[in-house]
């Protein structure tokens, strides 16, 4: 049974979330947070989010949902950043060394004294969790740490893993003993929308499918324009005439105008949207999506929504193999795009293909993933009821 958020009091609490949002990283780190965030505003804490400001960053849009944003340059003059980073792979990411980035971010803690971390950055493990916990006024903050990886010590109190295949174990030697672990898509961190929406977009497809919405969503950023990509290999595809194109992209995606010219081009409708705020009721509406295998695997998921997937980064592998396997979804090779895509919708968008991948795509998430995650951090002792 999922618990209720009703019970739950945060009133005058603090919760420090430390993400970044760039080029390189894309945007789907920050938007979990700021999920997250979201849910624990309408509980009444007070939520900062601590930000380096790279190529593509999100603070503005962060402010703009109501939470202050600590910004951190885009890189530190720190000349040990080479030799101390190397350790992780993806510290690149970080832009400075991560010393250099938990001496900034410490200062800025020790102001705010949260009562909890929130930490979702590859770039990051137990060496910045301790560095940034020491000395701090009171008790150090519980620390939460959002991962995909399975690949480096952390310190954390609790830990959450939404990904399709992810078991408690992969997390024993990597966390100590008393840590938590949430693993799974059943932790899923979705907008409230998407479950609002589940069961009007499961009702629809209840009868037979058929492809008439196709809606294409490859990233926030999508920096290589593998979107373009797509809209010239579907000219190769057999589609029905009357087929409606809807192209989701972010503000910052740095191939934007070139896409939207190209859509006035296509052979069938085609629309490209930014930055919109009702991808829940977009993705309903939809019959098949054509999306990268990140996290908004799991908003397609929850709304049963077929969809055939591009692996854009390496991290993205394990979900598409993961949801493959289930016959939620089918992976397109981005190697061979113009003969993968023509081959998986010839074989996919006829409806009984249509039916079988939504049901199992819908067995996977509920969209509760935020309300069992709170439950959680509220047995951990730092969010009391009344």
Known sequence: MTPSLHSFSLQGQVVAFRSDASLDIGSGHVMRCLTLADALHAQGAECHFICREHP?????????????????????????????????????????????????????????????????????????????????????PHLLVIDDLADRQHT???????????????YRSLVPGHCRVLAGPRYALLRPEFARWRETSLARRASEPQLQRL??????????????????????????????????????????????AQAKQMPWLTEVVVNVDDMARRMAAADLAI???????????CLGLPALMLVLADNQREIALQLERRGASATIVHEDLVHSLASQLAARAAPPALASMSERAASLVDGRGVTRLLATMRNTGKITTP
């Open 156 to 170: 954390a109190d609790l830990l959450l893993d939404q990904n399709l295949g992810r078991q408690v174990l992969d």
């Open 215 to 260: 809606l294409i969503s490859l990233g926030g950023v999508d920096k290589d324009n593998v979107t373009g990509q797509v809209l010239d290999a579907l000219k190769s595809c057999v589609l029905p005439q009357d087929l409606e194109i809807t192209v989701v992209m972010g503000a910052t995606a740095p191939w934007r105008q070139s896409v939207v």
């Open 291 to 301: 999306g990268a295998a990140g996290s908004t695997s799991w908003e397609r998921c």
């Open 56 to 140: 593509g960053h999100l603070c503005d849009a962060i402010e703009a949902r109501g939470c202050p944003v600590h910004r951190l340059p885009q890189r530190d003059n720190d000349p040990e950043l080479d030799a101390s980073s190397s350790r992780l792979v993806h510290a690149p990411w970080l832009g400075t060394s991560w010393e250099q980035d938990a001496a900034s971010c410490h200062g800025v803690l020790k102001d705010l004294a949260p009562d909890w971390l929130v930490v979702d950055h590859y770039a990051l493990d137990s060496r910045w969790e301790k560095a940034v916990s020491e000395n701090l006024p009171g008790s150090a």
